[in-house]
């Protein structure tokens, strides 16, 4: 099993409507989690982070299942600057480096 | 949020050559900092940590004597890139984190070799 493994996508929505994506993980010990965006050819950028069952950010949503080992980011109301691949990441206290899943390609159409 | 710069932003060279990459933090101390690659189409990476005054720690099937790594200050880590060849040809992210574990990135290194 892969380390992290996400939903390939791509995810082609309309403006306005809601997507969720699953990510899953392998190591039960990840105690936080992270949701980066990444736009093409560019370097990925914070989120959100996960430090207990979820976390709400405006219109982003992040939900833990430390049981099931996943975790999920729902975007409500997409907007078209929302295009974007979305990586998952649990953290690694250890060291601090990430382990990323593939990520999730996100197209919001007008 | 944290400010993480990489330089150059691209660079284009002919096989084997040498390019060193530049990562810094700006606004703050960074003790480690870490190494990604990015091939097309695929996720990010992690290639090696770099620690401040020792030596850079490597994931498994990357060449230390190929990546040169050193991180001679608090703020500064560079990768070097020795012999490139076109297989080498990758996007390079460095990224630097403060205590609470998020890491933040710097913008990237695109690099081609032809």
């Known amino acids: 099993r892969k380390e992290v493994e996400q939903d390939p996508g791509p995810f082609n929505v309309p403006e306005g409507a809601t997507v969720a994506f699953n990510c899953t993980y392998s190591?039960?010990?990840?105690?936080?989690f992270f949701w980066y965006r990444q736009d093409c050819r560019k370097e990925p950028k914070l989120l959100m982070s996960v430090y207990s069952s979820g976390n709400e950010d405006g219109r982003f949503t992040a939900q833990l299942n430390r049981a099931s080992q996943y975790i999920s980011l729902l975007i409500r109301d997409s907007k078209l600057s929302d295009s974007a691949t979305y990586l998952c990441?649990?953290?690694?206290?250890?060291?601090?480096?990430?382990?990323f899943g593939s990520g999730t390609r996100l197209q919001v159409q007008p | 949020g944290a400010v993480v710069s990489q330089h150059p932003s691209w660079v284009i060279c002919k096989s084997g050559t040498s390019v060193k990459i530049e990562c810094r933090s700006l606004?703050?101390?960074?003790?480690?900092m870490f190494w990604y690659r990015q091939f097309p189409k695929q996720s990010l990476m992690l290639m090696a940590t770099?620690?401040?005054?020792?030596?850079?720690?490597?994931e498994q099937g990357v060449e230390k004597d190929k990546f040169l790594i050193n991180h001679a200050s608090l703020t500064l880590s560079t990768l070097t890139v020795t012999s490139a060849h076109p297989e080498d040809s990758s996007f390079y992210i460095c990224?630097?984190?403060?205590?609470?574990?998020?890491?933040?990135f710097g913008p990237g290194t695109r690099l081609l070799v032809l």
């Open positions: 190591n039960s010990a990840s105690q936080s």
């Open positions: 990224s630097a984190g403060t205590l609470q574990e998020t890491q933040y």
């Open positions: 770099s620690n401040e005054g020792s030596k850079a720690t490597y």
């Open positions: 990441s649990p953290g690694d206290t250890g060291r601090r480096a990430l382990t």
């Open positions: 606004d703050f101390q960074a003790t480690t």
